[in-house]
Every structure is written in C-alpha cells, then in structure tokens.
C-alpha cells in the first residue's frame, strides 16, 4: 500500500510537470523561470531514485521517478533556450 500511496503522489506531482514545460515553451521567455527550482526538484527525483536503488526496491515507482525526472529535465534546455532568446530580443532592442 506505501507503494501505491508514493506512486499516485508522483503522478499526481508529475501531471504539472508537462503543463509547465509546455507553458515555457511557448512564452519564449526565461522570465518567471527559475533554474534554482528546477535543479532542486531535479535533485529531489534523484534521491527518490537513489533510495529506490539503494534500498532494491526495484518497482512500478522506480519508473515513476525517472518518467518525473525526464519531464523536468526538458525544463533545463527550455530554460537555456528562452534564456537565449531573451539575449537576442535584449540585444535588438538596443540596436
């Protein structure tokens, strides 16, 4: 039952995570985003992971963390990218 309780509190925590990635990738912007949180939700799934492994409980969870963790991976090149494109738009503005 632990098990269970864990892996619907992950997927329900996971479901935002799409929605997010989604949003900032079409605000073309890194405003609002913050690489901080993302690294330290990040850090927060490798833990998880790393318990899992340490612990050989080897399950359905297991594959939660890594779906999670892949999801809010996406968030740190979407993050560069926008970020890039701020630079961009700062730098047309100045000319």
């Known amino acids: 039952m632990p098990e ?3 892996a619907i509190m992950l997927v329900c925590f996971g479901f935002s995570w799409p929605l ?3 949003r ?3 605000s073309h912007t890194a405003k609002g985003m913050s690489i901080a949180f993302i690294l330290l939700i990040m850090t927060g799934y490798v833990a998880g992971i790393t318990a899992k492994i340490v612990c050989h409980n ?3 969870v297991l594959a939660v963390y890594f779906i999670n963790l892949a999801i809010v991976s ?3 090149f979407v993050y560069f990218h926008n ?3 701020d630079r961009k738009r ?3 503005q100045t000319l």
């Open 58 to 60: 080897f399950s359905y």
């Open 24 to 26: 900032n990738i079409k």
């Open 4 to 6: 269970l309780l864990e």
């Open 90 to 92: 700062s730098v047309e």
């Open 20 to 22: 997010n990635v989604y």
């Open 74 to 76: 996406v968030n740190v």
């Open 83 to 85: 970020r890039k494109l």
